[in-house]
C-alpha cells in the first residue's frame, strides 16, 4: 500500500488547535476521540452532543476553537463555501499529579492523577457547488 504525501493547494486550507493539560485521563478521550476521527467537523459536534461523557464536552469546545481559528485566519474567505473535516486527531498524556493516600496497616498508596494533551487539525475542502472563478 502506497500513501501518498497530500500537498496543500489553494482549495485546502488547514487549522491547528493544540491543547495542553486537560484534567482527563488520555484512555478516556482516546475512546471519544476514535468516534469522530476521519469526519464532517459539523457531524462531530452533532455526536459529541449526544455521548455523555466529560471529555466529550472538552473535545467539543476544542472543535470549536478550531473553526474560531480557520475563520480568523481566512477571514477574507466565506465560511459557508467550505466543508470542514478532521484531518488528524491526537491524544497524547501529559503531565501527572502523584499523591500517597493512607492505607491500611500503616501503607501509603500511590494516586496518579493523569492529564492529556489534544492536537486537532481540521481542512476546509470548498464545495465544488460554490466554486466561482
Known sequence: ?????KKQTKYDLRSVVNLKKISCSPRKLRLITDLIRTEKVEDSILKLN???KKGSILIKKIL???????????????????NFYIEKILVNQGTQLKKIRPAPQGRGVQIRKRYSNIYITIIGKINELWDIK
Open 64 to 82: 470549536l476553537s478550531a473553526m474560531a481559528n480557520w475563520k480568523n485566519k481566512n477571514f477574507e474567505k466565506d465560511i459557508y463555501n467550505y
Open 1 to 5: 500500500m502506497i500513501i501518498k504525501n
Open 50 to 52: 449526544f455521548i455523555k
